[in-house]
């Protein structure tokens, strides 16, 4: 059975920098992409970053380009997130997910298979 396990999230201020982890258990092939999403009160879960787990491509939204990180350690299972630069507005819970499936919007969370439970991180001003 695939489990995802989120870590990392915390509470930091304003321009601080945190690194989650998503550590993969239940499986020994290659999802065809993972991703973080989060999701803050009250919002649609959107997603943040994800990677191709075969080529290593990587895609971010917008609103964190340049200061969020994605990348995957295969022989650890490992997917991880770098958030530099943290604002307020990026408090939220943040998920990571995987997926078989190459169609669609790669940032599209009805595109995931799995998911993790989520992790906290607040970004006080």
């Known amino acids: 059975q695939v489990q995802l396990v989120e870590s990392g999230g915390g509470s930091v201020q304003a321009g601080g920098s945190l690194r989650l982890a998503c550590a993969g258990f239940?499986?020994?092939?290659?999802?065809?992409?993972m991703g973080w999403f989060r999701q803050a009160p009250g919002k649609e879960r959107e997603g943040v970053a994800v990677?191709?787990?075969?080529?290593?491509?990587?895609f971010y939204a917008d609103s964190v380009k340049g200061r969020f990180t994605i990348s995957r350690d295969n022989a650890k299972n490992t997917l991880y997130m770098q958030m530099n630069s943290l604002k307020p507005e990026d408090t939220a819970m943040y998920y990571c997910?995987?997926?078989?499936?190459?169609?669609?919007?790669?940032?599209?969370?009805?595109?995931?298979?799995?998911w993790g439970q989520g992790t906290q991180v607040t970004v006080s001003s």
């Open positions: 990677i191709y787990c075969h080529s290593g491509s990587t």
């Open positions: 997910a995987a997926t078989w499936n190459p169609n669609g919007n790669s940032l599209d969370s009805g595109r995931y298979n799995y």
């Open positions: 239940g499986y020994t092939y290659t999802f065809y992409q």
